[in-house]
């Protein structure tokens, strides 16, 4: 059974940073796309940056860009968003993702193993 899991939210004031790490097992994430994954209260489960199979190129959502950073150390086989710049718009439950599909990265439906999440709140 594959699985992940996340680390690293907390509750930090506007401007700071934070970051998140997801580690796997029984699979390795440069075998796969991955993807962190966002939700607030009330919303839909939203894509904030995700590198897709076979490819080391990553995609932002509009809202994080130049703000937040995806990366994978293949040797500790962990997953990591780095954020900075945080704004209280940020706060949400933070999810990693992994998924055998080649398309696009950016869509939720299309993964198939997904993190117990981990919260991240922004104070103003």
């Known amino acids: 059974q594959l699985l992940v899991v996340e680390s690293g939210g907390g509750l930090v004031q506007a401007g700071g940073s934070l970051r998140l790490s997801c580690a796997a097992s029984?699979?390795?994430?440069?075998?796969?796309?991955v993807g962190w994954f966002r939700q607030a209260p009330g919303k839909e489960r939203e894509s904030v940056a995700c590198v897709r199979f076979g490819s080391d190129s990553a995609y932002y959502a509009d809202s994080v860009k130049g703000r937040f950073t995806i990366s994978r150390d293949n040797t500790k086989n962990t997953l990591y968003l780095q954020m900075n710049s945080l704004k209280p718009e940020d706060t949400a439950m933070y999810y990693c993702?992994?998924?055998?599909?080649?398309?696009?990265?950016?869509?939720?439906?299309?993964?198939?193993?997904w993190g117990q999440g981990t919260q991240v709140t922004v104070s103003s």
């Open positions: 029984e699979f390795r994430f440069g075998d796969y796309a």
């Open positions: 993702a992994a998924t055998a599909y080649s398309g696009s990265c950016t869509d939720p439906r299309k993964y198939h193993t």
